[in-house]
């Protein structure tokens, strides 16, 4: 078993910056493809980032490409976003999530086995 738990998020303005972060415990997370997702208010959960095991290859949504920045460190257990010039649409409970299924990146929720439980992120404008 794999637990996740994320942090780092918050209000912020429009334009602003954050980084999030997942910890994991339980096992190492180097032998897992790790994203991340977003939900907001009344919407389904949309696929944010990927990363590989090595954090040699990376995927993003259009949406978050040359704004948002996943990265891990598989010494610390911990896989990061870094959410630069954030928009109000950018709101939404965000989520980490740890696959051992996938050999390559996915951006299908379903084919991860582990969850955190969220971290709120509210950007005004």
């Known amino acids: 078993q794999v637990q996740l738990v994320e942090s780092g998020g918050g209000l912020v303005q429009a334009g602003d910056s954050l980084r999030l972060s997942c910890a994991a415990s339980?096992?190492?997370?180097?032998?897992?493809?790790m994203g991340w997702f977003y939900q907001a208010p009344g919407k389904e959960r949309e696929f944010v980032a990927a990363?590989?095991?090595?954090?040699?290859?990376?995927d993003y949504a259009d949406s978050v490409k040359g704004r948002f920045t996943i990265s891990r460190d598989n010494a610390k257990n911990t896989v990061y976003l870094q959410m630069n010039s954030l928009k109000p649409e950018d709101t939404a409970v965000y989520s980490c999530?740890?696959?051992?299924?996938?050999?390559?990146?996915?951006?299908?929720?379903?084919?991860?086995?582990?969850w955190g439980q969220g971290t709120q992120v509210t950007v005004s404008s």
């Open positions: 999530a740890a696959t051992y299924r996938v050999p390559t990146l996915t951006r299908t929720w379903s084919e991860y086995n582990y």
């Open positions: 339980g096992r190492t997370i180097g032998n897992y493809g």
């Open positions: 990363i590989s095991r090595s954090g040699g290859t990376t």
